[in-house]
């Protein structure tokens, strides 16, 4: 049965569409015709058999198997479609109109597959979760329409709605898989109301839940069953975090049973968000990276108790193949793209990709290989798909231009070879592999790691622990090292009584009409510059003749009005003004007033006794410059009570401590 499911993916891009086929060759579907025109979306139905794609004006249905043309539909401006399970029926759905009459629009609309009847048709606005939820052997479906669970049957849609349920407040809703379907209900926290999830029985809906939880922090959540539908994980999140420590909300995690006989909150041991998590396909094991990055990764048992710490790395991403043999960690988005595989018996690692600027990645159905994709419109460049052997090596690259989707073809688990005690090993790459290869495009250079970002002034030494990552034995918790406070700490040159931040004392920070400390200076002193010995002497000059004139106005010769101009035509100063000029009037009578001169202000500075002021400044200078040698041995002093390995030359310059200080006693510092 393996032969007659052959391995195949699916891509959709700005200028293409296609089929092609999987190890070894990797080459199109022969038969399938593309598009001339770039088509909206595409799916495979479940179980494989079916590959469909909607253009603007039509939606074709293929046999995936020899790409052979079953169903041809006339429906424009469909936005998105699913076939169900077995893929007897295809759901489609278009943006919501206004119509002429009046009516209602039903743009969500259920097909026959085999016959391309249109069987119901529904009003759904929201495309968020717009798709009916069927169970694995089609007998029942429902769909969330304001808070009330609708039941069908599609054996018979002309009967309607078969069984319903008001559940108020009710957000999201998920089927369970299996031959016993439940149906999981969120209901997210308003006006102080708690949040609350129940789980009823999907063939008595209208009992009491089976196993309901309420809690709070839950604005909106996402369900994931197992694939026995006998447990829900269930990740809640909030809009904003109270706690400002995180940008995205706070998260929360529960496993609920939908028997009722188990129920609890899942205990993270890091703080931080949960990234991501997944169920594997034994049922009974679920894995989840949570934490401030690098994240932590840990596997449960379906008791949650801890099966196997995978310590803490740079990763969002978990997934298991759907053997359940192996697992993928890996980090998207803004992190590097490395991938590190796993084995489940052995919880050894098996190899580690790096594939950087990945979007999508995904399992193929026998477990073996793994597709990843950089689309569009997340990254508009370098857009492809990659498929890597479990092993490690690159066997087949596809470039691109603005690629939006790629997918392999689903296939049962049933029709796959199962795995062997021993990992299978590598197939030879394909032709576009070698031919990349040789013309260099796969040739990556060899990169030196970067490792955390260290300040200036914290380079040129061993690292200091706090600018470790947690798997590099630096601190626990948040990656972010706190903040240091920028004002001078006493003792330290630079620091006055009352002084501000950039050492200006009493003050602002701006420095107007403050005295700054000067490290290494006698205390008293202030840096003096031209423009400031100017300021001085105008307000000298301007004081006298305030005080001179008692309110007139002295010299109106034209010097002080309008730079040189005549009377009554430049600007006066007043008594009040403040240096300012304001626009004269009338010609006021000349008034001669002889001004005293104003004496030359000169910056005290506190003379020292037996030096004159060029061998002040040299002393200044060497005192400033033997204290910041006491600081940086006072630095390393506290690197060596850390516990960090210090160098020759360090241990050496803390050697020189006592010279220092004795130096400084004769300069009487």
Same mark, same amino acid.
């Given at each position: 049965?393996?032969?007659?499911?052959?391995?195949?993916?699916?891509?959709?891009?700005?200028?293409?569409?296609?089929?092609?086929?999987?190890?070894?060759?990797?080459?199109?579907?022969?038969?399938?015709?593309?598009?001339?025109?770039?088509?909206?979306?595409?799916?495979?139905?479940?179980?494989?058999?079916?590959?469909?794609?909607?253009?603007?004006?039509?939606?074709?249905?293929?046999?995936?198997?020899?790409?052979?043309?079953?169903?041809?539909?006339?429906?424009?401006?469909?936005?998105?479609?699913?076939?169900?399970?077995?893929?007897?029926?295809?759901?489609?759905?278009?943006?919501?109109?206004?119509?002429?009459?009046?009516?209602?629009?039903?743009?969500?609309?259920?097909?026959?597959?085999?016959?391309?009847?249109?069987?119901?048709?529904?009003?759904?606005?929201?495309?968020?979760?717009?798709?009916?939820?069927?169970?694995?052997?089609?007998?029942?479906?429902?769909?969330?329409?304001?808070?009330?669970?609708?039941?069908?049957?599609?054996?018979?849609?002309?009967?309607?709605?078969?069984?319903?349920?008001?559940?108020?407040?009710?957000?999201?809703?998920?089927?369970?898989?299996?031959l016993n379907p439940s149906v999981a209900v969120f209901v997210a926290e308003?006006?102080?109301?708690?949040?609350?999830?129940?789980?009823?029985?999907?063939?008595?809906?209208?009992?009491?839940?089976?196993?309901?939880?309420?809690?709070?922090?839950?604005?909106?959540?996402?369900?994931?069953?197992?694939?026995?539908?006998?447990?829900?994980?269930?990740?809640?999140?909030?809009?904003?975090?109270?706690?400002?420590?995180?940008?995205?909300?706070?998260?929360?995690?529960?496993?609920?049973?939908?028997?009722?006989?188990?129920?609890?909150?899942?205990?993270?041991?890091?703080?931080?968000?949960?990234?991501?998590?997944?169920?594997?396909?034994?049922?009974?094991?679920?894995?989840?990276?949570?934490?401030?990055?690098?994240?932590?990764?840990?596997?449960?048992?379906?008791?949650?108790?801890?099966?196997?710490?995978?310590?803490?790395?740079?990763?969002?991403?978990?997934?298991?193949?759907?053997?359940?043999?192996?697992?993928?960690?890996?980090?998207?988005?803004?992190?590097?793209?490395?991938?590190?595989?796993?084995?489940?018996?052995?919880?050894?690692?098996?190899?580690?990709?790096?594939?950087?600027?990945?979007?999508?990645?995904?399992?193929?159905?026998?477990?073996?290989?793994?597709?990843?994709?950089?689309?569009?419109?997340?990254?508009?460049?370098?857009?492809?798909?990659?498929?890597?052997?479990?092993?490690?090596?690159?066997?087949?690259?596809?470039?691109?231009?603005?690629?939006?989707?790629?997918?392999?073809?689903?296939?049962?688990?049933?029709?796959?070879?199962?795995?062997?005690?021993?990992?299978?090993?590598?197939?030879?790459?394909?032709?576009?592999?070698?031919?990349?290869?040789?013309?260099?495009?796969?040739?990556?250079?060899?990169?030196?790691?970067?490792?955390?970002?260290?300040?200036?002034?914290?380079?040129?030494?061993?690292?200091?622990?706090?600018?470790?990552?947690?798997?590099?034995?630096?601190?626990?918790?948040?990656?972010?090292?706190?903040?240091?406070?920028?004002?001078?700490? $006493? +003792?330290?040159? /630079?620091? @006055?009584?009352? &002084?501000?931040?950039?050492?200006?004392? *009493?003050? %602002?920070?701006?420095?107007?009409?403050?005295?700054?400390?000067?490290?290494?200076?006698?205390?008293?002193?202030?840096?003096?510059?031209?423009?400031?010995?100017?300021?001085?002497?105008?307000?000298?000059?301007?004081?006298?003749?305030?005080?001179?004139?008692?309110?007139a106005v002295g010299d109106y010769d034209g010097r002080q009005q309008g730079?040189?101009?005549?009377?009554?035509?430049?600007?006066?100063?007043?008594?009040?003004?403040?240096?300012?000029?304001?626009?004269?009037?009338?010609?006021?009578?000349?008034?001669?007033?002889?001004?005293?001169?104003?004496?030359?202000?000169?910056?005290?500075?506190?003379?020292? $006794? +037996?030096?004159? /002021?060029? @061998?002040?400044? &040299?002393?200044?200078?060497?005192?400033? *410059?033997? %204290?910041?040698?006491?600081?940086?041995?006072?630095?390393?002093?506290?690197?060596?009570?850390?516990?960090?390995?210090?160098?020759?030359?360090?241990?050496?310059?803390?050697?020189?401590?006592?010279?220092?200080?004795?130096?400084?006693?004769?300069?009487?510092?």
């Amino acid at each position: 049965m393996a032969s007659q499911i052959s391995q195949q993916y699916a891509y959709r891009a700005q200028k293409s569409l296609g089929l092609v086929n999987g190890t070894p060759n990797y080459t199109p579907v022969t038969g399938f015709a593309a598009p001339d025109v770039a088509a909206r979306s595409m799916a495979y139905s479940a179980d494989g058999r079916l590959f469909a794609y909607a253009l603007p004006t039509v939606v074709r249905i293929y046999q995936a198997e020899g790409a052979q043309l079953l169903q041809e539909l006339p429906l424009p401006n469909i936005v998105d479609f699913s076939f169900s399970p077995r893929g007897t029926y295809l759901s489609t759905w278009e943006r919501p109109a206004k119509l002429e009459d009046g009516a209602q629009h039903k743009n969500l609309r259920v097909f026959s597959v085999s016959t391309g009847a249109e069987l119901i048709a529904f009003t759904q606005k929201a495309l968020e979760s717009w798709d009916l939820q069927y169970t694995i052997s089609e007998s029942h479906a429902i769909r969330l329409v304001a808070g009330e669970i609708q039941v069908f049957r599609p054996a018979d849609w002309d009967r309607g709605i078969v069984d319903k349920l008001r559940v108020e407040g009710a957000t999201a809703v998920t089927l369970s898989p299996g031959l016993n379907p439940s149906v999981a209900v969120f209901v997210a926290e308003k006006k102080g109301a708690p949040a609350s999830i129940k789980i009823y029985g999907l063939s008595t809906l209208n009992s009491p839940p089976t196993c309901q939880k309420t809690f709070f922090k839950a604005d909106r959540a996402q369900m994931k069953w197992n694939t026995l539908g006998t447990q829900v994980l269930l990740l809640t999140q909030t809009e904003v975090d109270n706690s400002n420590k995180s940008y995205y909300g706070e998260t929360g995690m529960y496993l609920l049973s939908a028997g009722g006989n188990f129920d609890c909150r899942v205990t993270l041991d890091k703080e931080g968000p949960i990234h991501d998590f997944a169920w594997s396909p034994n049922s009974k094991e679920f894995g989840v990276v949570y934490g401030y990055m690098p994240a932590k990764t840990m596997l449960f048992d379906q008791r949650v108790r801890t099966l196997h710490d995978f310590g803490s790395s740079p990763c969002n991403f978990i997934s298991f193949n759907p053997q359940g043999r192996l697992i993928a960690l890996a980090g998207f988005g803004n992190l590097a793209g490395k991938i590190e595989i796993f084995d489940r018996r052995t919880l050894a690692k098996v190899t580690a990709i790096d594939a950087p600027n990945t979007s999508y990645c995904d399992w193929s159905p026998d477990g073996r290989f793994l597709l990843t994709a950089t689309l569009s419109p997340r990254l508009r460049v370098d857009n492809g798909v990659k498929i890597w052997h479990c092993a490690g090596p690159l066997v087949h690259v596809q470039l691109t231009e603005e690629l939006y989707d790629a997918r392999w073809r689903p296939t049962p688990v049933d029709n796959v070879p199962p795995f062997g005690t021993a990992l299978p090993t590598a197939p030879a790459p394909s032709a576009s592999v070698t031919q990349l290869e040789k013309n260099g495009a796969l040739k990556t250079a060899t990169l030196k790691p970067a490792g955390a970002y260290r300040p200036p002034g914290a380079r040129g030494g061993a690292t200091p622990s706090i600018f470790k990552r947690e798997d590099e034995g630096g601190p626990g918790g948040a990656a972010t090292p706190p903040r240091y406070n920028r004002s001078p700490v $006493p +003792g330290a040159p /630079g620091y @006055a009584p009352g &002084a501000g931040q950039n050492g200006y004392a *009493n003050g %602002n920070g701006n420095g107007q009409g403050q005295r700054r400390a000067v490290p290494g200076a006698p205390p008293g002193t202030a840096p003096q510059n031209a423009d400031a010995q100017k300021n001085r002497k105008r307000k000298g000059k301007n004081a006298a003749g305030e005080d001179g004139a008692d309110g007139a106005v002295g010299d109106y010769d034209g010097r002080q009005q309008g730079r040189g101009g005549p009377p009554g035509q430049g600007q006066q100063r007043g008594p009040n003004t403040n240096g300012r000029r304001t626009n004269g009037g009338q010609t006021p009578p000349a008034v001669e007033v002889t001004a005293p001169v104003p004496e030359e202000v000169v910056p005290e500075t506190p003379a020292t $006794p +037996g030096l004159d /002021g060029a @061998a002040l400044d &040299a002393v200044a200078k060497k005192v400033r *410059n033997l %204290n910041k040698k006491l600081k940086a041995i006072e630095e390393l002093k506290e690197k060596a009570k850390r516990g960090e390995r210090l160098e020759a030359t360090q241990l050496k310059k803390m050697e020189g401590e006592t010279d220092i200080r004795k130096e400084l006693a004769t300069l009487g510092a």
